[in-house]
Every structure is written in structure tokens, then in C-alpha cells.
Nanobody, 126 residues
Framework: QVQLVESGGGLVQPGGSLRLSCSAS????????IGWFRQAPGKEREGVSC????????YIADSMKGRFTISRENAKNTVYLQMNNLKPEDTAVYYC???????????????????WGQGTQVTVSS
């Protein structure tokens, strides 16, 4: 069955870094765009980043440009989210998800994704 499993979350001080991993199984990762979303307590889920099936195209939310980088290793069935210069407002549960369409439009729309991981908590606090 299709599974996405996030890992790499944790507690980090402001200015610190984390690398999240999204491990995929049960389908051919190479065919799919993969997105990262996050949801903070009391807030709506928001799109963080998305990467094309080849990895040649990436999309990232404006507030995270210059700090977050998405990448993938299809041979390892894994997509990564490198997060640098973390801020307290980055505190959230981070999810990866499989995009149903093979193009980047509407990558921020959660309805464009069919399978989701269980999430990994990221807490940025001193």
C-alpha cells in the first residue's frame, strides 16, 4: 500500500537547522510530484514546498525562500526538506504528500494531493 513517512523533526533553537525526510513506499516515487505542508496549532495547513518528479522544478512559499530547500533522491525513495535559520513561527507539524497531477500548478492546494504522511513535529524555541 502507498505510504509516506516523515522523520527528522524535533526541538531546535532559533537560528538552527533541521532536515526532514519523507520516505515513500508502495508506489514509484519517480512519477510523482511531492509536497511539504505544515500546520501550526489553531492555524490552517499551509503549503511549504513542492518538487517535480525529476527534481528539476521546485516551488517554495515566499516566507521560506532563502531558508528552506526541497530535494529528492528517487533511488532512495526519499524527499527532503532542509530548513535553515529556523524561527519560532516555523513551529508546526510538517507533512509530506503525493501530488495527483504531474505539474506544479496549484501546488499549495492540499486538495491536489492524495496520500499524506502522519507528520513530524518541529518546535523552534529557546
Amino acid at each position: 500500500q502507498v505510504q509516506l513517512v516523515e522523520s527528522g523533526g524535533g526541538l531546535v533553537q532559533p537560528g538552527g537547522s533541521l532536515r526532514l525526510s519523507c520516505s515513500a513506499s508502495g508506489f514509484t516515487l519517480d512519477y510523482y510530484y511531492i509536497g511539504w505542508f505544515r500546520q501550526a496549532p489553531g492555524k490552517e495547513r499551509e503549503g511549504v514546498s513542492c518538487i517535480s518528479s525529476s527534481g528539476l522544478s521546485t516551488y517554495i512559499a515566499d516566507s521560506m525562500k532563502g531558508r528552506f530547500t526541497i530535494s529528492r533522491e528517487n533511488a532512495k525513495n526519499t524527499v527532503y526538506l532542509q530548513m535553515n535559520n529556523l524561527k519560532p513561527e516555523d513551529t508546526a507539524v510538517y507533512y509530506c504528500a503525493r501530488k495527483t497531477s504531474r505539474y506544479g500548478s496549484r501546488w499549495r492546494d492540499s486538495a491536489e494531493y492524495d496520500y499524506w504522511g502522519q507528520g513530524t513535529q518541529v518546535t523552534v524555541s529557546s
